[in-house]
T-cell receptor
Framework: AQKVTQAQTEISVVEKEDVTLDCVYE???????LFWYKQPPSGELVFLIR??????QNEISGRYSWNFQKSTSSFNFTITASQVVDSAVYFC????????????FGQGTRLTINP | DTGVSQDPRHKITKRGQNVTFRCDPI?????LYWYRQTLGQGPEFLTY????????KSRLLSDRFSAERPKGSFSTLEIQRTEQGDSAMYLC????????????????FGPGTRLTVL
């Protein structure tokens, strides 16, 4: 069975600080997808990134970066120079590559950026 | 380019009543998913459609729940005889499968329907 663990329930930092959100996953599949979604107070899940298990290159998009380490089954997300607008709940998720490809989500990390 | 839409956004009902939610996916997307999210938790998969065919249902989807996607476009999720434990956010997502059921693109979510059962 697939499982995603986000051990950090809540994180609070001051604006402009860097912050890393941890994600650890479990799967027996040899290929899979990993995702990060953002859920602002409005409630809609906003897609941030999808990563195929074949591709272990780290990715950077503006202030966001992702560190995928297959050896430790982790897919961590770092926000550099955080801003108040980054305040949201962030979810890490896992899916199979074929079939239903249903998303298995972690419990989420509530990130609060204080001015 | 419109995203996934859901209606209503909020629904308050009394225990025992039936409710129906609607989801309109992104227009060219042939896959549609329903998830349920309770307070403080991540979303949990309920069911998914490939065009009009419902191909998988979670054990979370009790007999009181039924979902349809009659023409492969919009979908409805009905809950009969609602219970207080049904109170949750119901999320719809859609994606594009270009490979006849093998691989699918990223799921994009709608704003959700928040159900409160009194």
């Amino acid at each position: 069975a697939q499982k995603v663990t986000q051990a950090q329930t809540e994180i609070s930092v001051v604006e402009k600080e860097d912050v890393t959100l941890d994600c650890v996953y479990e799967t027996r599949d040899t290929t899979y997808y990993l995702f990060w979604y953002k859920q602002p107070p409005s409630g809609e899940l906003v897609f941030l990134i999808r990563r195929n298990s074949f591709d272990e290159q780290n990715e950077i998009s503006g202030r966001y970066s992702w560190n995928f380490q297959k050896s430790t089954s982790s897919f961590n997300f770092t926000i550099t120079a955080s801003q108040v607008v980054d305040s949201a709940v962030y979810f890490c998720a896992l899916s199979e590559v074929q079939g239903a490809q249903k998303l298995v989500f972690g419990q989420g990390t509530r990130l609060t950026i204080n001015p | 380019d419109t995203g996934v839409s859901q209606d209503p956004r909020h629904k308050i009902t009394k225990r025992g009543q039936n409710v129906t939610f609607r989801c309109d996916p992104i227009s060219e997307h042939n896959r549609l998913y329903w998830y349920r999210q309770t307070l403080g938790q991540g979303p949990e998969f309920l069911t998914y459609f490939q065009n009009e065919a419902q191909l998988e249902k979670s054990r979370l989807l009790s007999d009181r729940f039924s979902a349809e996607r009659p023409k492969g476009s919009f979908s409805t999720l009905e809950i009969q005889r609602t219970e207080q434990g049904d109170s949750a956010m119901y999320l719809c997502a859609s994606s594009l499968d270009l490979t006849s059921g093998m691989f699918s693109d990223t799921q994009y979510f709608g704003p959700g329907t928040r159900l409160t059962v009194l």
